[in-house]
């Protein structure tokens, strides 16, 4: 027999939150408007389909989440779990929230397949990267399609010190699926304060062996190409050339400029940053796209002697 009082809060949910049928859920998805679907469902769930274009919420982080990815009150939603349960009770809670126009899939997501509608399975990402990275996903600005983009992404980072570090650290846990890294440079103990990949056991080596090893703690998956050389003109375009985007690590006019240039001939988005003591500027430059270059907006480097690194 059901717990009698699951039973009772099943049913008083129900005299609270709409039903809404595979039908009529087909027919809002169709229309394109402005109703999100919203899967509580755990990770392992989730792999076996989905809705296309839902959002991603689990159930027991529904009040932490729902204000960021649906932040007005009275957008349509259309929950869903398996079967419709979880999702009844789920939707309750949000109407409790404050939510306006709240309905839950009846029969959940086995009733939308019975019916013979569109759910998407995933090739691309197993069960382990589901989970590993769930809690970005679950970020509507980055969902599944997402994070598929960020795994076949190939990054070109120049330098891994106090500005590429940070950068590497936190595009090798994002899930990047290549990154290249490209220093001539070895890590002084006076780099510790500062350059966070690098540790004191990396004294003395090569920036590039102390990063990739890093790396591969953090995220085993990331395929690191090391580019153990200085960034010249004989050998930039060939190296940026290979990959979508060029992030600018370095602490020197000459590089960023060459850089720039690379960048421009090889048609590759190219994010500048630089940082001086405590003030710091970012921009990206992708003239293929419409947009000017660093030589646009300041056509010659200044001069070295009266710029601090």
């Not at 789920?90 to 997501?109: D, F, P, S, W």
């Not at 691309?124 to 399609?145: A, D, F, K, M, V």
């Not at 899930?175 to 350059?195: A, Y």
Request: hydrophobic share 40%; with cysteine; charged share 25%.
């Amino acid at each position: 027999m059901k717990d009698q009082g699951l039973e009772n809060l099943l049913q008083e949910a129900r005299t609270k939150v709409e039903g809404i049928s595979s039908e009529e859920a087909h027919k809002a998805f169709k229309a394109g408007g402005k109703t999100i679907f919203v899967d509580i469902r755990e990770p392992e769930q989730v792999a076996l389909g989905y809705i296309k274009g839902c959002v991603f919420i689990r159930g027991d982080e529904l009040e932490m989440q729902v204000r960021h990815l649906v932040p007005d009150i009275n957008t349509p939603v259309v929950l869903y779990c398996r079967s419709g349960i979880r999702s009844l009770l789920t939707a309750m809670t949000l109407k409790e929230m404050g939510y306006q126009n709240v309905r839950n899939l009846v029969g959940g997501i086995e009733a939308w397949q019975s019916a013979g509608y569109e759910v998407v399975t995933d090739e691309i990402l197993s069960l382990e990267q589901l989970t590993h990275y769930s809690r970005q996903i679950i970020l509507r600005e980055i969902g599944l399609e997402g994070q598929k983009k960020l795994l076949e992404a190939k990054v070109l980072l120049v330098g891994v010190g106090g500005l590429g570090s940070p950068a590497a650290m936190y595009l090798a846990a994002s899930g990047v699926g290549t990154l290249g890294v490209v220093d001539f440079d070895r890590v002084d103990k006076s780099n510790l304060n500062r350059q966070i990949i690098h540790s004191y056991g990396d004294i003395g080596r090569p920036k590039v062996e102390s990063a990739e090893e890093r790396i591969h703690r953090m995220n085993p998956e990331v395929k690191v190409i090391a580019f153990k050389e200085k960034l010249l003109p004989a050998n930039a375009l060939a190296i940026v050339r290979e990959f979508d985007i060029v992030l600018d690590g370095s602490d020197n006019f000459p590089t960023k400029y060459l850089l720039n240039d690379a960048s421009f001939f090889a048609g590759k988005p190219y994010v500048f940053g630089a940082a001086v003591r405590f003030e710091g500027q970012a921009s990206v430059f992708h003239p293929k796209s419409g947009g000017p270059c660093l030589r646009c907006m300041m056509p010659v480097p200044p001069q070295q002697d009266l710029v601090p690194t």
